[in-house]
């Protein structure tokens, strides 16, 4: 049986990991169109994500009432999940592919063996941002008031310095997905709301560089690392029709929480439950995955994954999937969508 492709989304609670997923599978096949890829998931895997799918859908129906503001977060876990998934090339190779989500906190209390087994395993390392918590009530540090508590930069950061060691890390994907983008991507691309002119989506490409510092630092500080690790900002809109709108206080946790509203001067086909962009992440991963294998191959390394006689087909899926790739032009994030560091050249 072929080894299986392993992904690891690091993130706070409650920040909607599950409604990311959903919608990156519910986008992922289109993105695949005219490729002999495609990607298929376990039962159980089907039912939560259509559940969490469901639900974001529910709770969007509340804003068939006028001014309705409503709290959109997953409920927190404390248990790891894995979503699992089959990769297949044309009818003859199907590879095994999951994607582990783990709580925040495992990367400080005593999970921290499982941690580093992961990452050992993982060729992927999603890091999901909570864009309101990095990007609401701005600090002069360059990111929100909430990040570090919500977000969890320091301890991601922290892990990746004093419990791994470089050789742990190098040779992998790094994504820094920023969701709920809603409301930055809507002031942007909304005349009526953005008299000034600003790009909101440019300025979150900043406030990442500000609230991750210390990662991204410590990613380029060797050239092992520089040489080794892809690292890019692939944002997305985990809804679609929503949009940020203030934080409250809940009186009994004493925790912040984000509310949402129906969005202004949205064209009818963009209201309601309608994601954007969330293919991405996964195009990313699958260019880059695909792009190791045929350079193992070149190698003459062991293979992990595909046939050898698979090779002219994996070239082309390569080059459509790049074409399919959001990215910067320059320094020149659009819509957010930014390559940090690429030494694969996907």
Request: some cysteine.
């Amino acid at each position: 049986m072929a080894q299986e492709i392993s992904i690891l989304m690091l993130g706070g609670k409650r920040c909607g990991k599950t409604t990311v997923l959903a919608s990156m599978y519910g986008q992922i096949n289109k993105a695949l169109a005219g490729t002999p890829l495609s990607i298929s998931r376990s039962e159980e895997t089907g039912r939560e994500l259509e559940a969490a799918r469901a639900a974001i859908q529910e709770k969007l129906n509340d804003f068939d009432v006028p001014l309705t503001r409503v709290e959109v977060d997953d409920n927190p876990t404390s248990a790891m999940k894995k979503y699992s998934f089959q990769l297949s090339l044309g009818s003859s190779n199907t590879i095994p592919f999951a994607i582990y989500d783990i709580p925040g906190e495992w990367l400080t209390d005593n999970h921290q063996d499982q941690v580093k087994a992961l990452i050992s395993q993982s060729s992927v390392i999603i890091i999901a941002i909570d864009t309101p918590y990095l990007f609401a009530k701005m600090t002069d540090k360059g990111y929100g008031i909430y990040h570090e508590e919500y977000n969890k930069p320091l301890e991601i950061a922290n892990f990746f310095k004093n419990s791994l060691s470089v050789d742990e890390i190098r040779d992998r994907m790094i994504l820094f997905v920023p969701i709920k983008c809603e409301r930055y991507y809507h002031l942007t691309h909304t005349p009526q709301l953005n008299v000034s002119g600003r790009d909101y989506m440019q300025e979150l490409v900043d406030a990442i560089g500000c609230g991750y510092r210390d990662l991204l630092m410590y990613l380029k500080s060797t050239p092992a690392l520089i040489n080794g690790c892809t690292m890019a900002i692939t944002p997305i809109l985990s809804a679609g029709g929503i949009d940020f709108v203030h934080f409250r206080t809940d009186s009994q946790t004493g925790r912040v929480v984000s509310l949402y509203q129906k969005p202004e001067f949205l064209r009818e086909y963009e209201q309601g439950y309608t994601p954007k962009f969330c293919e991405q992440p996964m195009v990313y991963i699958l260019t880059y995955i695909l792009m190791k294998e045929l350079a193992d191959k070149k190698s003459q390394a062991d293979s992990k994954m595909f046939k050898a006689s698979t090779v002219p087909q994996l070239e082309g899926v390569v080059e459509t999937l790049r074409k399919k790739i959001k990215r910067n032009v320059g320094y020149f994030a659009e819509d957010g969508f930014y390559i940090i560091q690429n030494p694969r050249e996907i």
